[in-house]
């Protein structure tokens, strides 16, 4: 335990009255939060100077004490900012080292602060400010990586690359489609976390320790005081509920698991044998012993960490289950996972925000690629049945010139028309239009379709998303 943390003999305990004997020293630490709730601290602040200006509002405070308080309070805040703030272990968490130093500094009418009021409800609120803050801030880095993969998208409508099923050589498709496969995820992502939000931004203070409080409190109006769009409608769960933290972690984990697919795709492509993209240097890194290395460490380290982040939510839904109504200190434990859920989800975003703009595509060697593994095969199927053939027969016809493909090492389009024509005689020259890899995307032309036109009207429509948010 570091020393900050260590008690003071002034330390008393607010709730020591009916005890007859000092905490455990190891009890003390083991059951302490303070070492990483003190995060919390701002949003304790806040919610603290709405719940006095509350009871100021419904006369259980005067509006001199509510004054005193506020100011006593943002000098609090104050002192934490500049790191001048002792946190004391034997106070246990942020909200009674903070309640703690307002009685020390303002006197008595500091003991009046946590009337109506209970832990239970003002961490649930603390943590629901919190993440309504969290979640605009990642909302908004997701909103930088897509216009990120906009600006590359639009530019490489036009590149060809090899799209893949199985990992194996399918059909050609545009590297701008494949980015705004990227952008599509995201975009659920962010509607994710938007529709969480109205879900986090639901109030519990009010609920106190369990029952709700004798005094005449205004819910509506401290929610209003601090931006929340409801207040919970039941006290036992107001303190007892964290989906809003499994949802918020849910979506994170999507991210993750999105984020680490693109990480995938680049550890891929920027390989000596894909050879598909140039990774900047300055988003990789060398190795010690091999001096020709150039390592992806960002897109692998972001592939890495979305295992904690699924693990967070692991923890999460196991903390509520078979949890008894009301508050149980099991709840303590929602902080670590949702802090760090935050923090991931945030570099990695932040990561490919700046790094995704800075890929440099290698286009030659992304269509000498899409000429591999005849990727027009389709294409030719496609003719045949344009020209009266059955899919089926066109299917089997194809299948054999592949073959002659393979054996004799050429593509479909180095094959000459009598050679493609021994397999159908239904083939004439204007077979070629179509096996050439620029003529495969372009017929793919319609609303979701590879076509650079499509790309490029679905970049448009993109951009509109983002400027309604
Ligand atoms: N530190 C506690 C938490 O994080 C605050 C609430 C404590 N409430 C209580 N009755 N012990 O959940």
Redesign the pocket.
């Known amino acids: 335990m570091q020393d900050k943390f260590k008690s003071t003999a002034a330390d008393t305990k607010p709730w020591g009255g009916r005890f007859s004997e000092a905490t455990d020293a190891f009890v003390e630490a083991f059951t302490a939060?303070v070492e990483f709730?003190q995060r919390l601290a701002p949003y304790d602040i806040a919610g603290s100077i709405a719940h006095a200006t509350m009871l100021a509002k419904v006369d259980v405070l005067t509006e001199d004490e509510r004054d005193i308080i506020i100011k006593g309070l943002k000098s609090i805040e104050e002192e934490i900012k500049l790191g001048q703030f002792n946190w004391s272990i034997s106070l246990?968490?942020v909200?009674m080292n903070i309640e703690a130093r307002l009685t020390d500094s303002i006197g008595i009418t500091g003991k009046k602060l946590h009337t109506g009021r209970s832990?239970?409800d003002q961490?649930a609120t603390d943590i629901r400010l919190f993440l309504r803050e969290e979640i605009d801030q990642i909302s908004a880095e997701i909103n930088r990586l897509q216009e990120g993969l906009l600006v590359l998208a639009e530019r490489e409508a036009d590149t060809i690359m090899p799209g893949f099923t199985h990992l194996q050589t399918a059909q050609p498709v545009t590297f701008g489609h494949h980015l705004l496969a990227w952008f599509e995820m995201l975009s659920r992502d962010y509607e994710r976390l938007q529709d969480c939000r109205k879900r986090v931004n639901i109030m519990p203070l009010g609920a106190a320790a369990l029952a709700g409080t004798t005094y005449p409190i205004d819910r509506e109006y401290t929610a209003k005081l601090l931006g929340f769009d409801g207040v919970c409608q039941n006290s036992l769960d107001a303190v007892s509920d964290r989906d809003f933290a499994i949802e918020f972690t849910a979506s994170c984990s999507l991210i993750m698991t999105h984020l680490s697919r693109f990480s995938e795709e680049l550890v891929l492509w920027a390989s000596a044998q894909f050879d598909f993209v140039d990774l900047p240097d300055r988003f990789c890194t060398g190795s010690s012993i091999m001096p020709q290395k150039k390592n992806p460490d960002v897109p692998e380290l972001v592939r890495g960490k979305m295992g904690r982040v699924v693990g967070h939510l692991m923890s999460l839904i196991t903390l509520m289950k078979s949890q008894p109504l009301a508050?149980n200190?099991d709840?303590?434990e929602d902080?670590e996972p949702i802090f760090d859920t935050i923090d991931t989800v945030k570099n990695c975003l932040r990561a490919y925000a700046d790094m995704v703009p800075a890929i440099e595509p290698k286009r030659d060697s992304m269509k000498e690629a899409a000429k591999r593994g005849f990727s027009t095969a389709t294409d030719l199927a496609d003719y045949l049945v344009k020209k009266g053939v059955a899919f089926r027969d066109s299917h089997e016809i194809v299948g054999k010139a592949v073959r002659f493909g393979l054996d004799s090492g050429k593509d479909l389009s180095e094959m000459s028309l009598q050679e493609l024509q021994n397999f159908s005689s239904t083939i004439q020259q204007d077979v070629f239009d179509v096996l050439t890899l620029e003529g495969s995307v372009a017929a793919r032309d319609h609303l979701g379709g590879t076509a650079p036109k499509q790309v490029r009207a679905a970049v448009i429509r993109s951009r509109e998303k983002l400027k309604a948010r």
Do not use: A, I
């Open positions: 939060s709730d246990e968490d909200h832990r239970n961490v508050y200190k709840n303590q902080k």
